[in-house]
């Protein structure tokens, strides 16, 4: 009998969009005859639908009316299956819309890729592909990912967080931040991927103009210093903590000093990447101008390619991620910039060139989850106990650990 896989996108994030383009090229590329596919749509609102049309890229262009032909579902779990069930429930007739074995969030951004929807799955008792909670968290927030990496020796570009708070005296925190910071300097979206909010500052007037913009996005900023000569080298991740591999690296090729969210997704398509979009329209991140392999000698590649694996495991990860890293052309000194725990189109294109189809890389993944899975069930997380037996709990009762 073949795995039910429940393909998860959308969601409420700026990267909404872009998760439905990744979603359903990957799932047009899922072997069928081992898998059945079950594509679910995340709203803005964070409701879940379901549907013959649910997964078809040219129905998103009228989400409403998608929605109106689709089907509403909660998950609701049943000793040990997980069923997904209309909402609202008809008084008569079967309500559960099919049972889920396998849940495979292809999601992007703050309140899905954070952990947030990796947590609800795992209540759920599912196997989960990709990253778990904690390690999604860790690779969203920019600022406890570096202190992680700093304590594995991973080099990273010091930083400071600044939040709202700070905000509110805007005078003051640009004081702060030239005094810790020569410019350029680059203000970041603590939580954010896909280059959204991200600005650089070469003086006071520009660095006011980025703080605007980078709080218009998340309550907590990143500051760091910006390299003036930047080379940028992306490098994917699979695996988990006990065996990872890296793929092959490229060279992003930006129409400005920072790579946008325009040159990630609304550029030029790629000669390379042509046949990783069987769905037509936008290919997601396999649509951005790079070169593949990266324009860097064997030795930096080999230095990215092992950097990158000891980041991923360092960070607890699972499943692909693509890890951003970036090149000082003055001192050729390498640093870690950031990590996508879910990337654009899953890197599938970074695979491609060591002779990993697409098709492969997502069983990969789905067996990855898998034996996470099998792992779980010999931990043991709760055991019978008396405890509870002849409580009384009153106003002067110091608690269980009075």
């Known amino acids: ?13 700026t990267e909404h969009e872009i998760s439905i383009i990744s979603a359903i090229q990957a799932i047009g590329f899922i ?19 379901v549907g013959d049309d649910i997964g078809k890229i040219e129905e998103y262009t009228h989400i409403n009316q998608l929605l109106a032909k689709s089907t509403q579902v909660v998950w609701v779990k049943e000793n040990d299956k997980v069923n997904l069930v209309r909402y609202p429930m008809k008084k008569f007739g079967n309500n559960v819309m099919t049972q889920v074995d396998v849940a495979f969030p292809i999601v992007h951004g703050t309140n899905v890729e954070d952990g947030t929807l990796q947590g609800f799955l795992a209540t759920l008792g599912l196997p989960v592909v990709g990253c778990d909670v904690l390690s999604s968290a860790v690779g969203m927030n920019k600022y406890v990912m570096k202190t992680v990496l700093k304590d594995n020796d991973i080099p ?9 708070k700070d905000y509110e005296d805007v005078d003051a925190l640009v004081a702060k931040i030239e005094k810790t910071f020569d410019y350029p300097v680059i203000i970041k979206p603590l939580n954010l991927g896909s280059s959204i909010g991200i600005k650089k500052a070469s003086d006071r007037a520009s660095l006011l103009e980025a703080l605007d913009l980078g709080f218009e996005f998340s309550k907590k900023i990143l500051v760091e210093h910006a390299i003036s ?6 490098c994917s991740v699979l695996g988990d903590y006990e065996s990872a591999e890296a793929s092959e690296c490229e060279e992003p090729i930006n129409s400005d000093e920072i790579l946008s969210f325009e040159d990630k997704y ?6 390379g990447s042509a046949k990783g979009a069987k769905t037509g329209g936008s290919k997601g991140m396999a649509s951005l101008k790079r070169k593949i392999p990266a324009d860097i000698s064997d030795e930096m590649r080999d230095k990215i390619r092992k950097m990158a694996v000891d980041a991923f495991i360092a960070l607890g ?22 990590i996508n725990t879910i990337p654009g189109s899953l890197s599938f294109y970074l695979w491609e060139p060591l002779g990993m189809k697409y098709e492969h890389l997502l069983d990969n993944m789905i067996q990855l989850a898998l034996k996470a899975d099998r792992e779980n069930h010999k931990v043991v997380y709760s055991f019978d106990t008396n405890v509870l037996e002849g409580v009384k709990l009153g106003g002067g009762s110091k608690g269980s650990k009075g």
């Open 317 to 338: 990860c699972s499943g692909v991620s693509r890890i951003d890293f970036m090149i000082d052309m003055e001192t050729n000194n390498v640093y870690f910039n950031e």
């Open 266 to 271: 609304i550029g030029g398509g790629s000669k």
């Open 1 to 13: 009998m073949k795995l039910k896989v429940a393909v998860l996108f959308g969601g409420k994030s």
């Open 31 to 49: 072997n069928k005859e081992k898998y059945d596919v079950v594509p679910v749509y995340i709203t803005k609102n964070n409701d879940f639908y």
């Open 156 to 164: 990273v570009l010091d930083c400071k967080c600044y939040t709202w």
């Open 229 to 234: 000569k930047l080379k940028e080298i992306n």
